[in-house]
Each structure stands twice: as structure tokens, then as C-alpha cells.
């Protein structure tokens, strides 16, 4: 079922989301509607809290490149299904790029992240997963934890920047 994104400025976005405990069918449904929600408005990551769920669930599914136009770029068996995650380790690194997010419809900007993260997770049936990257899938990750911890990409820019969006921002919304 696609279910409604909840769209800033919803004080929803704010809350930290609470650990999962219950590996049922309801977090199935959840995590089924969620992949259902993401690809129909055409994202590659989703946290609960996008849909109105406190809880430390989130999925992510890169589009996968191809030349045949009819081929489904964004398989569900291609989808991470992340729950109760925990960054374990954050590069030294750096690096810049460019973030959307669908409870900011429109709005792009640079924002800067940790090149590489490690992260402890579950499953849908609770079993426990290490996963480590430095590309595109741990910016990615770092974009829908942050959602999980009540924070958006937005308060990761500059002053400037952010006075700029929210100008933009109010404009759109008369």
C-alpha cells in the first residue's frame, strides 16, 4: 500500500524513532508498504518516520543501470531493509554530495558526510548484519539514520544555505 509522505516542516520529523522489538507481520506490512511508497515517488531511500511510523526502520534501493527502458530499475529483492541500525564507524574522511529527500520535495544541495561507514543492523526477521561502504549506498544510509534520529539534510547546511531554503521554502508554500 503507498502511504502518505509526511512533508517539512511536520513537527513528525523531529521525533526520534524507537527501536524495533517486534519482528512480526505488521513490520513486514510496514517494510512492504514502505518499498511500495519509496518507488512510487520515485526515491532511493525511505525511513518509517517519512510515513508518519516512529520507528528505527529504513530501507534504501539503488536504482540499478539499464538500456532496456521496460526493465524494473529498482528490483524489491534489491532493497536493503535496515532495522535499528548503529553507525560503529565513521571514516576521517569526508565528502560532498548532492542529497534529496522526499519529505523536502524539489530541493537538492551538497551536503557533506562521512566517506565511509560501518553499521550494525537487523533484518525483517530480526537476524543481525554488518555492513560496510564508502559509496553512494553509506551516503545513502547516513541521509535515512539521520531521518531516524529526528534530523534533516537541510540542518547540515551552512547558515546562508539555510536561510536561502527557508526563504525558498515559504515562497512555495503561498
Known amino acids: 500500500m503507498i502511504r502518505d509522505i509526511v512533508i517539512y516542516p511536520d513537527k513528525r520529523l523531529k521525533m526520534i524513532s524507537e527501536e524495533v522489538v517486534d519482528f512480526d507481520d505488521g513490520l513486514h506490512t510496514l517494510l512492504d508498504d514502505m518499498y511500495e ?10 525511513a518509517a518516520i517519512q510515513i508518519g511510523v516512529p520507528k528505527r526502520v529504513l530501507i534504501i534501493n539503488v536504482p540499478i543501470e539499464s538500456d532496456d527502458e521496460n526493465a524494473d530499475t529498482q528490483p524489491k529483492e534489491n532493497t536493503l531493509e535496515v532495522i535499528n541500525p548503529v553507525i560503529t564507524y565513521r571514516s576521517d574522511e569526508m565528502v560532498k554530495f548532492q542529497e534529496g529527500c522526499l519529505s523536502v520535495p524539489g530541493f537538492y544541495e551538497d551536503v557533506e558526510r562521512y566517506a565511509m561507514v560501518t553499521i550494525e543492523y537487523q533484518d525483517r526477521n530480526g537476524k543481525k548484519f554488518v555492513i560496510e561502504n564508502d559509496e553512494f549506498l553509506a551516503i545513502a544510509l547516513q541521509h535515512e539514520i539521520d531521518h531516524l534520529d529526528g534530523k534533516l539534510f537541510i540542518e547540515k547546511l551552512s547558515f546562508i544555505k539555510r536561510k536561502k531554503f527557508e526563504k525558498e521554502w515559504k515562497k512555495r508554500g503561498k
Open 37 to 46: 511508497t519509496m518507488v512510487a515517488k520515485n526515491g532511493v531511500g525511505l
